[in-house]
């Protein structure tokens, strides 16, 4: 319940409707999952991840500056060659 009272849901659904998104049976609407992520201290994009890795890596991203983004960035661009 508190996910969902600190996503901005009401505090008599909120337990209900974290659990439905949880388990599958419905998604939250962009502004909610945005919400969602705020509440979490994630990017957006951390709750659509279906690979660990993606996720994780999405985490160390959103926890640097941007100069070590820069380079990690220009690194994995010239790794790939492109």
């Not at 705020?38 to 957006?44: C, D, G, I, R, Y």
Request: hydrophobic residues 45%; aromatic residues 4%.
């Amino acid at each position: 319940m508190k996910l969902g009272v600190l996503a901005g849901i009401d505090e008599t659904t909120a337990s209900g409707r974290i659990n439905q998104y949880e388990r599958g049976k419905h998604a939250p609407d962009l502004l909610t999952a945005k919400h969602i992520a705020s509440a979490l201290e994630v990017p957006l994009a951390y709750l659509f991840c279906e690979e660990d890795e993606l996720a994780a890596l999405i985490e160390v991203w959103h926890a640097m500056g941007k100069l070590k983004r820069r380079t990690m960035l220009k690194s994995l661009l010239d790794e790939t060659g492109r």
